[in-house]
């Protein structure tokens, strides 16, 4: 089992996010909304930098995906020093990842805010957000081995 | 849409929560509109608020709770439960990101939104109540009421919620930031309150009354949907002065309304609105109308795009 925020882990990431949900998974859904996630991803080009706060004590940390015209292209892991660049960077704490990684549902963890939009254009964010929810629901069913 | 008559102004303003029983839903619906064109001040707003609070822990659920078992179909209660979840969950949301609006604007706005916020609070505590005593959910606190509630909550909720939540965020970076006020102003007061919560408010309340069902329901979410007639002028007032002192404002609400519909096109669950006695296309020219009165009223012109995009929308049922 990978470990969490190593570039292995962030691979097998990539992995899922592009592979989506499973037929069992999308059975649980009206159709009308993964037709809607397919027509939100179909062209999408942005980079989302998705950081933990607070691991292992350090600073920051980023699973950073990029999307080309609908396919998740890249996968890194940037450190607190490293430059980073996303049209969209998201932070939360190590607890609502481990959360994640647990099962918790990624559009609660969005409504309570647990993870904030510290850079990007809300409007433009939100356009996208189904297929945002989804990716990160597949992220959280990555599994991990934490710190 | 015809006239008020004076004696039903005066129902619908003056009634204390006992009385409130007896309104039609129809005439608080209408009450919200017929101030549009006008939009009264923020102070006498205030001043209505004063008169027209009430006291949510004086709601008697006892019959409800015997509806609830006793008379409603399993197909009813699932429906009533589905869309009570989104409200339950809205008027949360609603409740702590609305702080932050009232940290910038005039003194009058802020004196007026502590009177929203207390609304929005009283309406959380309202849905709590009903969870607990007539649905039967439990929890020791309140957030453990909403834990149990959240698998009733549609997944397309985190749509608008998690955008008002995001630009409340965004908010709290400047709180007199004009352009983000208007944006928020639009997902909050026009979308969250003026079409998702009184489409929901109309089709729950005439469910009840045409079924003699839920009093204690339809009281208090009757309360609730006067109140929401202060906050939706409130919000229309706010969003015409925006645009009458800088007119490129339009433009945030216009963007924030393409947003909007750009989310409202997905539907993750079946609503089973027939047991509450609506079909889907009902529901979708209700949003449609509560949408375009408001536009109109307030004298918001949309471009060719939005238009259409809100002749699309599709039926979406939460509130706050
Ligand atoms: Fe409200
Ligand atoms: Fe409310």
Redesign the interface.
Known sequence: MAVFFTPEWAEEVREAVDRGPGEELRAA??P??WA??DGARASYSSSWALGVRDLAGGGPVYLRLGWKDGACAEAAIVGPDDPLDATYVLVADFATWRDLLAGE?P??I????RL??QEGD??????G??FF?ESVAAIGRVAARLP | MPEMSREKVAAVEGSALGQIHDIDIDDVLDYVHKDLKRLPGYIELYQRYLRQRWDVYEIDFAQDARDWTDRMTQDEREAFTAISSGFHHGERQVEVELPVFMLGGSEESRIYMSSQIEDEARHTVFFDRFYREVVGLPGDSVQDVLDASFQHVSETFVGPFGLLAYQADELRADPEDLAARVRYGTTYFLWIEGVLALSVMKITLSYCRNAGLLPGYYTGFTATCRDEARHVQFGMRFLREAVQEDPRLLREIHETLRTILVINGATSRRLALEALGWTQDEVRRLMIRQLTMKLVDVGIDLPPDVQQMISNIEPELAGG
Do not use: E, Q, S, T
């Not at chain 1, 969005?110 to 805010?113: A, I, T």
């Open positions: 859904k009206l009308a909304y809607w996630i549902d559009g609660r969005v409504m309570y805010r904030r939009l809300v409007l433009r964010f939100f356009r957000i189904y929810i």
